[in-house]
C-alpha cells in the first residue's frame, strides 16, 4: 500500500469542512445532511483519523473487513453497512451496525432482522437498472419495505448509488429515489459519493457517502500515523 502520504485528523478535518462547504453550495444544510466517512480499504487507524477530526458515522462495505477493524479499535463511532452484503456474512458484523444502507432482498432482510432484531435499515434501490449495482427495482421497493417491517425492522428510508460519469442519469436516480420515499413516507435518503454529492444533495439527500474526498482513495494514503 502507497502511504508516502499520511493522513492526520487535522487533514480529514479539513477535508470535512470543504464537504460541508460543498453541501451548503448545493443548496443543502449541513448541520442537516449525515456526512458518512467510508474508510473501506483503509487502514483502522484511518478510521481513527475520521473518528478524531469529528466523523462521528462511518462507512465499510466488506463485512470481514468491518469485524476486523471493530475488534481492533476502541472508537465511539456509528458504523454504517454500505456494500452489497451476503446473507451469510451478516452475523460477523450484525451486533456492531448502527445503519444497514444495502438491504436489497426479502432474505437479507430476514437475516439482519434475525441476528440483530429490531435493527435499523434502508433499502437499496436501483432506479438506473445498472447491473452489479445492487439494489431493487423501484417496483419491488414497497414490498421489501413492509416485508422488512414485518421482521421488526425500521426501515429509515431508501439508499442508491448514481451512474459514473452520467450526471444526467445519476440525478435521474437520485431524484426516483427521493420520489418513492416520499410515497412510502420514508426520511432518509443516503445518496451520493464524492463525486456526485452535488447532485445528490441539490435531489434530496439526507445523507452522503463519502470516501476518496474525505480520507483519500484505497492505497493513495491508507497509512495514517
Ligand atoms: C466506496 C463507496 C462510497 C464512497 O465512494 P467515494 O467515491 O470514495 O466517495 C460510497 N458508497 C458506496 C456504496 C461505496 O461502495
Given amino acids: 500500500m502507497a502511504d508516502s502520504v499520511t493522513l492526520t485528523s487535522g487533514e480529514v478535518r479539513r477535508r470535512l469542512a470543504v464537504v460541508r462547504d460543498r453541501i451548503a453550495a448545493a ?13 473501506k480499504g483503509h487502514d483502522p487507524n484511518v478510521v481513527e483519523a475520521a473518528v478524531a477530526a469529528g466523523c462521528a458515522d462511518v462507512g465499510e462495505s ?4 468491518m469485524a476486523a477493524k ?15 452484503l451476503q446473507r451469510r456474512r ?12 444495502s438491504v ?22 436501483n432506479p438506473s437498472a445498472e447491473p452489479d449495482k445492487g439494489g431493487c427495482a423501484p417496483g419491488d421497493v414497497a414490498g421489501l419495505v413492509a416485508r422488512a417491517g414485518d421482521e421488526g425492522l425500521v ?25 418513492l420515499a416520499d410515497e412510502l413516507g420514508l426520511v432518509e435518503r443516503s445518496m451520493g459519493m464524492s463525486a456526485d454529492l452535488e447532485i445528490a444533495v441539490a435531489s434530496g439527500a439526507t445523507m452522503v457517502r463519502v470516501g476518496t474526498d474525505l480520507v483519500g482513495s484505497r492505497g493513495e494514503g491508507g497509512g495514517a500515523r
Wanted: glycine residues 8%; without cysteine; proline residues 3%.
Fill in 27 to 39: 443548496g443543502g444544510d449541513p448541520d442537516m445532511i449525515t456526512v458518512v466517512a467510508v474508510t
Fill in 62 to 65: 466488506y463485512a470481514q473487513e
Fill in 70 to 84: 471493530v475488534a481492533a479499535l476502541d472508537v465511539d463511532a456509528r458504523w454504517h453497512f454500505i456494500g452489497r
Fill in 90 to 101: 451478516v452475523r460477523s458484523v450484525a451486533g456492531h451496525v448502527h445503519l444497514w444502507h
Fill in 104 to 125: 436489497d432482498r426479502p432474505e437479507l432482510a430476514a437475516e439482519i432482522a434475525r441476528r440483530s432484531p429490531g435493527a435499523e435499515i434502508l433499502v437499496q434501490v
Fill in 155 to 179: 426501515v429509515r428510508g431508501l439508499m442508491s448509488v448514481g451512474v459514473d460519469g452520467d450526471d444526467d442519469r445519476t440525478r435521474r436516480v437520485f431524484e426516483a429515489t427521493t420520489r
